[in-house]
């Protein structure tokens, strides 16, 4: 099944997997829009204000007025994706035939974010040790040392023990580590777990007053890195917008609890993924909701287009699910040379009545 685009001067052809007609001027405007609902971002069921409903695709043809576009819905098997892909995925940098673990964390934690880190955590512990009577000695940390406490912190991770201080014990050697003992002593890993830094506090803008980040603790960090995810690799053909949840349960302004997730607490970022492999081409971290997630677009809308700002007229296959599918969204991003495919909630603004009345049958 396809629409037909209208606006004041032309008529183009769309698709989407529905049928029926109806017409919109805003997406957040009408019946259970994406923001006005009761759920994680508005008053309605779901997550977007919006319910339940069936599954979609759709195929934007261009048009250049969103602001006065109507959807005319007709009954049709739907054409199939006309951008075509225009990358090679893989690697951007040539990889040696047997690469280790380690050669691929080096491509994205490079000498300028090892300079960042060392630098940061001088600095605070130099402010801290110098206002703080009886403190234990402190020499600053080399980039070498600092690469030698990030291992041990992955090595902790996959070899878990109850306390701290086990890892160095000599009184119980059979849970002894040599392969960390050996490496730093634990006073010394204390120090740097104590003063670690990525960002200057003397700049830190505080809650409340204008430019003030959220992620500011962290926000050197993630322009490095970021960047890197985009520019070491291409992704194939098929991608998808999701979010994901990095386990946190301390005390955190934008900690988040989903309820359906496996992981229920914790920060969410959404991601722009590999639906090949899962690697993570893009990112970004929701702190909270901001005047400009107020805009016509929507946050749903908003997020997606942040995301693929980098990959357009690729030719890429984008899947979404019913969280981020609105027709004025696809038919952006098919502009855009992307194409889009993905589940749907039938109360979501320019699906057409016959969709509704369909899930309201099924539901009684």
């Not at 037909?4 to 829009?33: C, F, K, L, P």
């Not at 809308?301 to 990959?311: E, I």
Request: hydrophobic fraction near 30%.
């Amino acid at each position: 099944m396809h629409f037909v685009v209208v606006n004041n001067t032309s008529e183009d052809e769309i698709s989407s997997n529905s049928s029926g007609r109806a017409s919109s001027s805003d997406e957040n405007s009408g019946r259970g829009g994406p923001r006005f609902g009761r759920g994680r971002f508005g008053r309605g069921r779901g997550r977007c204000g919006g319910g339940r409903g069936g599954r979609g695709c759709g195929r934007p043809f261009r048009n250049s007025s969103l602001d006065t576009v109507q959807y005319l819905w007709e009954q049709n098997e739907p054409p199939s994706f006309t951008h075509t892909y225009t990358q090679t995925p893989g690697p951007t940098a040539s990889i040696s035939n047997d690469p280790s673990a380690c050669t691929f964390f080096c491509r994205f934690f490079t000498d300028e974010v090892w300079k960042l880190i060392v630098t940061e955590t001088n600095r605070y512990a130099a402010t801290i040790v110098g206002n703080t009577a009886h403190a234990r000695p402190w020499y600053d940390v080399t980039v070498e040392e600092m690469k030698a406490f990030f291992g041990i912190v992955i090595m902790m991770g996959i070899l878990k023990l109850p306390r701290l201080e086990f890892y160095w014990s000599t009184k119980h050697p059979h849970i002894s580590t040599p392969g960390i003992s050996s490496v730093m002593p634990l006073v010394r890993f204390e120090q740097i777990f104590r003063f670690l830094h990525l960002n200057n506090n003397t700049l830190y803008i505080p809650y409340g007053s204008d430019g003030h980040d959220r992620l500011f603790k962290v926000r050197k960090l993630l322009d490095l890195v970021v960047p890197l995810f985009q520019s070491e690799y291409v992704i194939h053909q098929e991608c998808t917008v999701d979010e994901a949840m990095i386990p946190f349960k301390g005390r955190l302004g934008f900690k988040q609890y989903i309820r359906n997730k496996p992981v229920k607490w914790g920060i969410k970022v959404f991601v722009l993924a590999d639906s090949t492999n899962g690697y993570v081409k893009n990112l970004q971290v929701y702190t909270e909701k901001t005047a400009e997630d107020n805009t016509s677009s929507g946050l749903c809308s908003k997020v997606v287009l942040d995301l693929m700002t980098n990959m357009h007229h690729t030719g890429l296959h984008l899947y979404t699910d019913n969280f981020y599918t609105s027709p004025s969204l696809y038919l952006t991003l098919y502009n855009k040379g992307i194409n889009a495919c993905g589940t749907c909630r039938t109360n979501r603004l320019d699906f057409p009545p016959e969709l509704i009345q369909k899930a309201t049958k099924k539901k009684c």
